[in-house]
């Protein structure tokens, strides 16, 4: 994983498209497809990930189990549609995502619905 690099995807192909973090540019042309992507909206949902991402941690903190547990299957959603993987963000989720599940336990059981 490098960390001077991120990985966003091209809006029409899906490709990576690498763009340095200090790159002020919002246009990338993917190299697969020669579409021009521009990865503003990208950077905003990062952005609320990252806001998701704390209200999760908080909620897991304060042992809302279930309530950190959506917000950190809404964040591994955000993530997944702005980077392509492997990244650090994607990762620290999985593993808040993963104290939900040992705090639950290993059975899991849903109610019928009536």
């Known amino acids: 994983m490098d960390s001077s690099r991120l990985k966003f995807k091209c ?3 899906q490709a990576p498209l690498l763009v340095a973090i200090d790159n002020p540019n919002p246009l990338y042309k993917c190299v697969q ?5 521009n990865i503003l909206s990208a950077l905003r949902n990062l952005q609320n990930s ?3 991402f ?3 941690t908080s909620e897991l903190q304060a042992f809302n189990v279930e309530k950190a547990e959506g917000l ?3 964040n591994l959603e955000q993530l997944s549609n702005a980077l392509c993987p492997p990244f650090r963000d994607y990762h ?3 593993e808040a995502y993963m104290k939900c599940t040992l705090y ?3 059975c899991r059981v849903k109610k019928p619905a009536a």
């Open 92 to 94: 620290l989720t999985q």
């Open 104 to 106: 639950n336990g290993n």
């Open 54 to 56: 704390q209200a999760a």
């Open 33 to 37: 497809c020669g579409d021009q992507t």
């Open 50 to 52: 990252e806001k998701t």
């Open 11 to 13: 809006h029409k192909c």
């Open 72 to 74: 950190l299957r809404e």
